[in-house]
């Protein structure tokens, strides 16, 4: 019988990849490059972006020969990484393989752009009038920022329970 964790790691990377790579298509499907809807007035839009750098455009102006390679070294680096410490999770550390699964998840769906197309699409664009802007995201973005809090807060529970995260690699 297959461990339940890993029937985690799957459904949850399943709809991690699904419900980003269903958003950006749908996001290229109906925007131009640049183009803008907003959904929340001066809140929220969705904005058609193509981010050919890390989180937040970093590294974006680097040259291909030396970018391309940085990314899709450093994300299948990081997760086998990942998946090792995911191998070594304990069955009662429930927080710790959602959170796991949701960053794997999110790093595939953003790899899956870079493998397709040369670049991640962003879409979510947080904005206060025209002062303040958070750089545009999508569903990928959101799910590994959302299970690295979950981690987080998973390794703060443990060490309050006296099983510290630190056991995993043991």
Same mark, same amino acid.
């Given at each position: 019988?297959?461990?339940?964790?890993?029937?985690?790691?799957?459904?949850?990377?399943?709809?991690?990849?699904?419900?980003?790579?269903?958003?950006?298509?749908?996001?290229?499907?109906?925007?131009?490059?640049?183009?803008? %809807?907003?959904?929340?007035?001066?809140?929220?839009?969705?904005?058609?972006?193509?981010?050919?750098?890390?989180?937040?455009?970093?590294?974006?102006?680097?040259?291909?020969?030396?970018?391309?390679?940085?990314?899709?070294?450093?994300?299948? %680096?990081?997760?086998?990484?990942?998946?090792?410490?995911?191998?070594?999770?304990?069955?009662?550390?429930?927080?710790?393989?959602?959170?796991?699964?949701?960053?794997?998840?999110?790093?595939?769906?953003?790899?899956?752009?870079?493998?397709?197309?040369?670049?991640?699409?962003?879409?979510?664009?947080?904005?206060?009038?025209?002062?303040?802007?958070?750089?545009?995201?999508?569903?990928?973005?959101?799910?590994?920022?959302?299970?690295?809090?979950?981690? %987080?807060?998973?390794?703060?529970?443990?060490?309050?329970?006296?099983?510290?995260?630190?056991?995993?690699?043991?």
């Amino acid at each position: 019988m297959v461990p339940r964790k890993y029937l985690i790691l799957l459904s949850t990377n399943g709809l991690v990849v699904a419900l980003d790579q269903i958003t950006k298509n749908a996001v290229v499907a109906r925007f131009r490059l640049g183009e803008s %809807l907003p959904l929340l007035g001066n809140v929220l839009s969705v904005t058609r972006v193509h981010n050919a750098g890390a989180a937040f455009g970093l590294l974006a102006t680097l040259p291909p020969n030396l970018r391309d390679p940085f990314f899709f070294l450093v994300p299948g %680096l990081t997760l086998a990484v990942i998946l090792f410490v995911f191998y070594r999770l304990r069955d009662n550390q429930s927080i710790s393989t959602y959170a796991l699964a949701m960053i794997v998840g999110g790093a595939l769906g953003n790899l899956a752009d870079r493998i397709r197309l040369g670049f991640v699409i962003d879409f979510l664009d947080f904005h206060w009038n025209s002062g303040w802007h958070f750089p545009a995201f999508n569903v990928a973005d959101s799910a590994i920022t959302l299970g690295v809090a979950l981690l %987080l807060a998973a390794m703060l529970q443990e060490k309050d329970t006296d099983a510290p995260a630190a056991k995993v690699f043991a």
